[in-house]
């Protein structure tokens, strides 16, 4: 069964930092495009970043640029999103998701992060 | 404000059709592809439309996608009561190089 799975969340200061991991389990991880896609409580969702296959191009969103930057390992058959500078607005559940504009399309559950003093 | 724009609220009685709409510009819808996700409170969200049109396998026929220009529409056919979910249409923005979402719809099936 593929799944997707995030962890690293939880509560940091304002200015601090957090690395969320997202796991791949049942197909192999190396072979697509992941992204991050974050929902603010009670809000939609916001595009954070993508990665290609072998780590050569990634993207972010405007709101997040300069401060996350997103990585992956194969061998590890993980990805990663370190979030630095955070602030209160990048409080959020932030889903790893596969190949999210194709039919092999696959988000984990979120993990929860809250920015807050 | 998001790229996409996306009525806030549809509305429509079991068994009825309904349309939602997802308006963008010629760097993101015009030039790529839709896809549409559907989400229940407190879950992930699930792809329904990829490529404008086209239904993961497991979606059923009830479920339709289309593009005209720099528009999209997702359509729902033969409503059910546990069709009623927060619906998104997303693509690829090639001004920012960045995805984008539409900031979502409501679906009530009263």
């Known amino acids: 069964e593929v799944q997707v799975v995030e962890s690293g969340g939880g509560l940091v200061q304002p200015g601090g930092s957090l690395r969320l991991s997202c796991g791949g389990s049942?197909?192999?991880?190396?072979?697509?495009?992941m992204t991050w896609v974050r929902q603010a409580p009670g809000q939609g969702l916001e595009w954070v970043a993508n990665?290609?296959?072998?780590?050569?191009?990634?993207h972010y969103g405007g709101s997040v640029k300069g401060r996350f930057t997103i990585s992956r390992d194969n061998a590890k058959n993980s990805v990663y999103l370190q979030m630095n500078s955070l602030r209160a607005e990048d409080t959020a559940v932030y889903y790893c998701a596969r190949a999210i504009y194709n039919t092999d399309c696959n988000w984990g559950q979120g993990t929860l992060v809250t920015v807050s003093s | 404000q998001s790229v996409l724009t996306q009525p806030p609220s549809v509305s429509a009685t079991p068994g009825q059709k309904v349309t939602i709409s997802c308006s963008g510009s010629?760097?993101?819808?015009?030039?790529?592809?839709v896809s549409w996700y559907q989400q229940f409170p407190g879950t992930a969200p699930k792809l329904l439309i990829y490529d404008n049109d086209k239904r993961p396998s497991g979606i059923p026929d009830r479920f339709s996608g289309s593009k005209s220009g720099t528009s999209a529409t997702l359509g729902i056919n033969g409503l059910q009561t546990g069709d009623e979910a927060d619906y998104y249409c997303g693509t690829w923005e090639d001004n920012l190089s960045a995805g984008v979402f539409g900031g979502g719809t409501k679906l009530t099936v009263l």
């Open positions: 010629i760097s993101n819808i015009g030039h790529n592809d």
């Open positions: 990665i290609n296959q072998d780590g050569s191009e990634r």
């Open positions: 049942g197909f192999t991880l190396s072979r697509y495009w």
